[in-house]
């Protein structure tokens, strides 16, 4: 039983964790860009459901579409502001890492001045509340507590289950982005080629802002359910959750998006697996799981050809 | 703290840190202040400015050295990606 219950979990977190990561993989993918401010944006998604949650005191799923939309404009305004720059230097891809290292210090710092270094955490219970909400609207009844939503026998928080729902339709969104629409077209191509798309004529600009605004537009989403997936966040959880999402992303195939659906399924099981058997080895697990596959495939799970960058 | 003490400090700690290398994460990215210049000069003036704020605000404020930090590593990559000390060496003058 403990075993089914670490599984079941697993895949709900793996879901998560898939969430997690794909935006960092999206920016890679198609701006060979590593953004180590990912996690910093996660948790900053974070601080926007703690806004809607006390402020506005409606139910935290709100601040999902909040969360994306002001992400991604703030992605695409940041896109503008440091890439181009960025792109003239000798070294982009060094000089990269460097300088998105800087800014996740300063969303580090500038959060920790206005918030504190509290934990903050919401009420579980408060995620999903227009749900009964709706249904009583609906159907009449009373509005009851939501209980633990029950899978193969087992008992699971009811966040575990929406944040796992979000996620699926997040990648879900994601795949529909990139294989049914013209954009996500042209982002493939940048993906795989980016000189042969520009010579194309693709504005090779306008993806790439495109694309890194969703993928921080992602992380703030996932931000949101941080809080009840890790219990509490701190303005430090950012470089966790920075490292967790290299991990994930590595595991699945670095510049392949959908690799990491797999890849984050993987961490969640490994995640569970250790958190239910050897918890006090969990912390490793990010770390141990990256030398190993690197060890072992280069390339990630999916990958096709080791990256050259 | 007596002032020639600080004073004292100000100086050997950073010839400290060069020897036995910086704690934590500061540690790896004092490269950036002789970025592509391969200087002597360069980890050396690096080290007296980040320490020199470390000294004056980061035990008491560490989250104002940290702002501090972070927005020098951005003006630095973003506007003067070879370092400090290519203010030197773009004048033509020698540095070691």
Known sequence: MLLVYALVAGVLFGLYFSLVGIGLNLVFGVMRIVNLAHGDFLMLGAFVAFGVATLAGIDPLFAVPLAFVIFLVVGVLLYWVLVPRLRGSVNPEMLSIILFFGLSQVIEAVTTIFFGTSERSIQSRALGTVFSTVKVRLFGGKPEVAGPIHIFGQGFPAPWVIAAVTSLVAIALVYLYLYRTRLGTLTRAVMSRRDEALATGIDVDRVSAAAFGIGLGLAAVAGVFAPFMFGSVTPAFGADATVTSFAIVVLGSLGNPLGTALGGVVYGVCYMLVQTYLSSWADLLPYVLLIFILLLRPSGLLGRRVRVA | ?96
């Open chain 2, 1 to 96: 703290m007596p002032s020639a003490f600080r004073h004292a400090l100000f100086i050997v700690v950073p010839l400290l840190a060069v020897l036995a290398g910086l704690p934590g994460v500061y540690q790896n990215h004092l490269l950036l202040f002789n970025f592509v210049v391969a200087t002597i000069c360069g980890p050396i003036v690096g080290v007296v400015i980040l320490y020199g704020i470390y000294n004056l605000i980061g035990f008491t404020t560490p989250q104002y050295f940290q702002l501090i930090y972070g927005l020098l590593i951005m003006g630095l990559v973003l506007f003067l990606p070879a370092g400090l000390v290519s203010l030197a060496t773009r004048r033509g003058w020698h540095v070691p």
